[in-house]
């Protein structure tokens, strides 16, 4: 018998096609009902009350794995510092660039759409704030972010998508991938991912085995922080900080 993955099907047979979604869905953990989800709650600002938020707001969120810092601390004395924050608009970087001096720097935010009015685009510009549309579950996704890098690597990485975060796959393949293309891009030289997910009960209800990774991350020698419970907003969500430095692997380890 055939093993179930993507690539098995086919477009263009019918009997197939008019299931594409839904079999897809149930390959890579109910994608596009997730997808679905989110769209339904587009303008909701409950649901989407963490997007556009200051850096300040991200400070609370990820206070635990961030033992007494702050995120500027992360990049102050950096040189040229390259921030990526993912599933969000520019506001963060923008508050958190406010609070540094120094100059040619670049922030990239990736979000689905880009909805800056023309004054946000102007302060963007003058302060080497980038917006990349993208989908992280997109290839396309990556490979433009990477290009506006330029060859850079990043000292620091955010991902706070609020509620966002269930338009994700709940799928280990999909975890696995977005965390090698984050250490692909992020700086060895003591560049560090901060993200928040879905609280560990859900992902381990899907065999996404979060505490067991982190432990073989720490076997392996990588420098990674994980704190379980609910941020300041009231969101029960896992955060992760994973610190790259010379010594770390060069791609991360995976549960098998």
Known sequence: MEEKT?????????????????R????TGDFFGRGKKAE???GDPDYWKTYGSSIEDYDKSFRAVLEGGHIVDLVRDSNEPVVVDLMSSTEAIASLFGQLSQSNKLGIAVSSEDDRLPDKKRRD??????????????????????ETLGGRKANLILERGGMGVQSLPFN?????????????IVSEDGGTILIQGSTTHALEQTGI?????????????????LDVG???????YTTLKIVK??????KLPLLR
């Open 24 to 27: 897809v869905d149930k390959l």
């Open 230 to 236: 609910e941020d300041d907003f009231g969101f029960d």
């Open 172 to 184: 280990e393949n999909f975890y696995g991938y977005v965390f090698n293309r984050l250490w692909e």
């Open 125 to 146: 510009d003058q302060m080497g704030i980038k917006h990349v549309p993208g989908d992280l579950s997109q290839p396309a996704s990556w490979k433009t972010l990477k």
């Open 6 to 22: 993507i690539e098995n099907i086919q477009i263009g047979d019918p009997e197939q096609e008019t299931t594409l979604e839904e």
């Open 245 to 250: 430095t010379p010594e770390s692997p060069k």
């Open 40 to 42: 339904l709650h587009k």
């Open 209 to 225: 085995r979060v505490k067991e990774w982190v432990d073989l991350l720490k076997s392996n020698g990588v420098d990674v922080v």
